[in-house]
């Protein structure tokens, strides 16, 4: 992976009609995809290809689908078979624009400020990187991936498999800076985090802020990342500094974070209030729903699946990747019928720990035909992936089977 | 990581002065370095860099030392702490010049050839996909990682610490091949692998052509790997295909493998036969003395270790990496002083398996002072890397502790 050192400091703009356009415009207009403008096109590879946006030019294009500047997914064909994404095909979905790349110049300088706590202080990220070293690999996935797959054509983007990816994220433990910060202040319930991100003048920040809060029953494997599979963590996935949650769904990972906050309330911003809520179809998200924070068990086939390309007849490995939300992914079963039968398959790669995926693979001898590949995994708490979507009105956390199948001509 | 489909299909020599040069001759001048010329300095950041050869432009130039076209290492302060190491930060060492960058235009066309089997035959890399799916993470090592810290100045490229890492790798287990061609033919003993290289015309290819036995026992966990970290695997790696002995030294992980033979004899190449032993210093390498084949334990530091940079006094997390060699890092200590002193460190990072390195940690309180810090592995099976090299003629397999200490200042 290339560093984007070179980048420009040109912003991306999502203009109304969902055209992209470049503006070397300086700092003030963050505003874009915030949001998330209805469904334009039917899920499936993107056949007019956009560009990569300038922060994220070094990734793989031929492995990735451009919806948007700030909502990039992976080809289902693209996730390779050894556990980890490589950063150059991992999603990247922003809510707002991100900050300028010239926050990556000296990101050990980089200010995190600490408060909830008995003891409130800043750390820049040298400090942070004193107070203790850890990793965690985790499944960071967009809420909303799979929305594509929904009927009643939720709005925002319509993401199919690729929204998702495994990622070996490497910090210091939320802990070990609650310790060196005299620990929670008393009856504190949430961990608040706000990303970076620069709040265009004129708006009201809670309507456009990134801050999102998770119970604090939710931080026992938290980090603060400044490293992800290796490479000093880019500002596309981030960087300098992002809040890794274990389990939670992407959003709560909070990119370019400064300032984690422990409180007795949710944070006030939209994006907790409003958005990110599993409200009915065609209602509002309001705080009386759920909000979207522990992942649920998920898998899918995403070998063979070349757009296009028929598979030959006989011996064909079927694999995929299989995530158990909260406790790890623990059986695959595989189905060549759309779910009529299904076999075990053979779990594969490293086995990164429970917040990880897991590749899976089942040999079948396949005649010419169509088939229905499917895919579903049961954790190890004996949850598995269910048929059907759990309907609501955003689409969020769709980890239906059914949705995610995937056909293939065998010739 | 970009792949290099852009290089051009120049080649890189090594003049015999050492100088690097580009040439634009087509396919005949492949030798490069597969004398190992004496060592022309001493060991440490090359101060006057060398630029990357082309089929390995897309590495992190500022996270590697050049030595030559086919000898590049990783610095010690860019492993990054994650498990894994990055493919744009892991080293290159080739025997000879790799083929052509052509051969990754269609790497599933690739053609392995499979003899001393029951049912001889050749596979594409395509039909070998059909065969199985694994993964195994190991760490690749040049034999003579660490030849530049023995005192009497083996011939061959000065190493640090730099030629290894901890790379996943997915592919289709030799056993799966195995079972498609019958099983070994009686009495065989070796695995004996070919590489892909052009032998250079008027040259007899024993003297130059990389071609590896291993004992059939190594093979358990072997695969034929055409992916690397979840990248298809690239041609500074071996791709398009690569045999995988988990826990032998990197020589015996032959790239753009063409034939994999199962034989009664080692292979009568030179690399087999002379070079690659532990013969005694002064002493030619010959069949009479052991071929390089299981890695030892080793452990190293690589934080802080950054050249000129003076620590912070205070709370300083010092970490690297630890391998058990044939079965797994279990305990490191770590000395800030030389190896008077010990403490055990915490391990790091995902455990991807007995063959994998891992992270470790040890958080020390340091005033202001110069400190020596030093590492020492201990693997599952009992055995300590040791505080003395074992000597012998080439320097191959140095797991000194003491040799790999570094010094830092604290201020």
Same sequence: chains 1, 2.
């Avoid at 309507?207 to 931080?219: A, C, D, L, Y």
């Avoid at 959003?251 to 409200?279: D, M």
Wanted: with cysteine.
């Amino acid at each position: 992976m290339k560093t984007s050192t070179d980048i420009t400091r040109r912003r991306m703009l999502i203009t109304a009609s969902g055209a992209v356009a470049w503006a070397g415009l300086g700092g003030g207009l963050a505003l874009a995809d915030s949001t998330e403008p209805a469904a334009k096109s039917a899920p499936g590879p993107v056949s007019s290809a956009k560009p990569l946006p300038p922060y994220a030019k070094w990734k793989d294009a031929d492995s990735m689908i451009v919806h948007s500047a700030n909502t990039i997914e992976t080809r289902r064909n693209a996730f390779g078979s050894s556990g980890i994404t490589p950063l150059d095909r991992l999603y990247i979905r922003n809510n707002i624009a991100p900050p300028s790349e010239d926050i990556m110049k000296d990101p050990d300088a980089w200010k995190l400020e600490v408060s909830g706590v008995k003891s409130p202080r800043s750390f820049t990220v040298a400090e942070l990187k004193s107070l203790g070293l850890a990793s965690v690999t985790i499944v960071l996935q967009c809420s909303g991936n799979g929305r594509g797959f929904s009927e009643h054509k939720p709005s925002g983007t319509q993401w199919t498999v690729g929204a998702a990816g495994c990622v070996i994220f490497t910090g210091v433990p939320v802990k070990a800076v609650l310790e060196a910060t005299g620990g929670m202040a008393d009856g504190m319930v949430y961990m608040t985090s706000t990303g970076g991100e620069e709040i265009p003048p004129g708006l009201d920040p809670k309507s456009i802020m990134v801050e999102r809060s998770v119970p604090v029953s939710g931080i026992e494997d938290a980090i603060l990342a400044w490293e992800a599979n290796g490479e000093p963590l880019p500002l596309a996935h981030g960087g300098p500094l992002r809040v890794i949650v274990p389990g939670y769904a992407g959003v709560n990972n909070v990119k370019y974070v400064k300032h984690v906050a422990f409180t007795k309330e949710q944070s006030p911003a939209n994006i907790q209030q409003s958005s990110y809520r599993f409200s009915p179809i065609g209602v509002k998200g309001t705080p009386e729903f759920d909000s979207i924070w522990e992942m649920d068990p998920k898998s899918w086939v995403t070998l063979p699946s070349d757009p296009g390309v028929p598979v030959k007849a006989g011996r064909v490995q079927i694999s995929g990747v299989a995530m158990g939300g909260m406790s790890e992914a623990k059986k695959v079963e595989v189905s060549v019928n759309g779910g009529k039968d299904w076999q075990e398959a053979t779990l594969t790669g490293p086995d990164l720990g429970k917040y990880a995926w897991r590749g899976f693979v089942l040999a079948a001898d396949l005649k010419p035909g169509k088939y229905e590949l499917a895919s579903r995994v049961t954790n190890a708490d004996g949850t598995s992936q269910p048929e059907m979507r759990k309907e609501n009105n955003r689409g969020y956390m769709n980890n239906s089977w059914r949705d995610h199948m995937v056909t293939i001509d065998v010739a």
